[in-house]
T-cell receptor, first 114, second 109 residues
Framework: DTEVTQTPKHLVMGMTNKKSLKCEQHMGHRAMYWYKQKAKKPPELMFV???????INESVPSRFSPECPNSSLLNLHLHALQPEDSALYLCASSQGSGGYYEQYFGPGTRLTVT | EDQVTQSPEALRLQEGESSSLNCSYTVSGLRGLFWYRQDPGKGPEFLFT???AGEEKEKERLKATLTKKESFLHITAPKPEDSATYLCAVQASGNQFYFGTGTSLTVIP
């Protein structure tokens, strides 16, 4: 089973709201990722967790706050977002990081900031 | 500077018309090259991993090959359901993972 699940599928939030995106995998993978994807563009890496520790933060604004409660779960906490943050947010996982492992992606959360 | 470039940007094929998509890369210390398929509004679906020049992988109508500077995704006798955006991604030695800009494939019945 190579399934990564993400909730919710769609999210509409105002600029003053606080919300969270959730991601889960049960493949025993030790690396998990958050990506942001705008229309007709490739995914852009935001964060990488390796063995539940944040290993890469691609200069993402502090209004995005990742959390890895355990090896199967990854959250992205959102606060005071801007309309330009509207995008498809993708979670991925891989057996390990920094090497030779393919990443498996979830279906994404379509976020609209009003 | 590390870079991944895909061509063409868009490709329209008649059903059954074989063709190839290109992924050129300049990275320090290639660890792996990955091909993904992405349907609109969905997450990328993993297709292949290639690690070294000369390596080939096949799956149904798709065949991926790798040289020291580029990778090709060959599509043989495509069907309309092969229509999607095909992304290549490269893992470099500095732990960086780079996506190309993708090729949007449309197969016309």
């Amino acid at each position: 089973d190579t399934e990564v699940t993400q909730t919710p599928k769609h999210l509409v939030m105002g600029m003053t709201n606080k919300k969270s995106l959730k991601c889960e995998q049960h493949m025993g993978h030790r690396a998990m990722y958050w990506y942001k994807q705008k229309a007709k563009k490739p995914p852009e890496l935001m964060f990488v967790y390796s063995y539940e520790k944040l290993s890469i933060n691609e200069s993402v604004p502090s209004r995005f706050s990742p959390e890895c409660p355990n090896s199967s779960l990854l959250n992205l906490h959102l606060h005071a977002l801007q309309p330009e943050d509207s995008a498809l947010y993708l979670c991925a996982s891989s057996q390990g990081s920094g090497g030779y492992y393919e990443q498996y992606f979830g279906p994404g959360t379509r976020l609209t900031v009003t | 500077e590390d870079q991944v470039t895909q061509s063409p940007e868009a490709l329209r094929l008649q059903e059954g018309e074989s063709s190839s998509l290109n992924c050129s890369y300049t990275v320090s210390g290639l660890r792996g090259l990955f091909w993904y398929r992405q349907d609109p509004g969905k997450g990328p679906e993993f297709l292949f991993t290639l690690y070294s020049a000369g390596e080939e992988k096949e799956k149904e109508r798709l065949k991926a090959t790798l040289t020291k500077k580029e990778s090709f995704l060959h599509i043989t006798a495509p069907k309309p359901e092969d229509s999607a955006t095909y992304l290549c991604a490269v893992q470099a030695s500095g732990n960086q993972f780079y996506f190309g800009t993708g090729t949007s494939l449309t197969v016309i019945p």
